[in-house]
């Protein structure tokens, strides 16, 4: 250490618990990009995701398969990308070029990727509108069990 002062050391101690690697969200690098529009609640939501349409088939010329979400409220977009060099080539691209008239801000991070939520499912196969032959009354076994 420095010179006059005394460095303590201490015996490790275990903790019982380790850390949980699995329980950390996992990140993937995107590409924020903002300054594209000044929040209106009066336009309907269905423009901002048309717009984000736009900003997906744009970025689609220039990397493979993006994922953009677009954040109505803050005038930006979200961008994920396969890898760290897709989202660098694609922030050079996107940073100072105009979007409606106003220039884009694009910034490299790192953010967990949204996932759709689980619908839940419809039942397949022999669909029909008739009533079951066989209705349980409360009482006893199901029918058919």
Known sequence: ????WR????????QK?????????KTYPCVEISNLWEYD????????????DVIRQHCAEHV???FVKVEPSDGMATIWTKGAQDAMKLGQIMHKSFFMGRKVVASLCRKERPFSEDLPKAPTGQLTMQLPTQV?????????A
């Not at 460095?7 to 275990?14: D, G, K, L, S, Y």
């Not at 380790?18 to 329980?23: E, P, Q, R, T």
């Not at 349980?136 to 058919?144: Q, S, Y």
């Open 41 to 52: 609640p009066s336009v309907p939501l269905m423009w901002f995701a048309q717009i984000q």
């Open 1 to 4: 250490g420095k010179r006059g």
């Open 136 to 144: 349980w009354d409360g009482t006893g076994f199901f029918p058919g």
């Open 7 to 14: 460095i303590r050391c201490e015996a490790a101690a275990w």
């Open 17 to 25: 618990t380790g850390y949980d690697v699995k329980a950390k969200a």
């Open 64 to 66: 493979t398969q993006p």
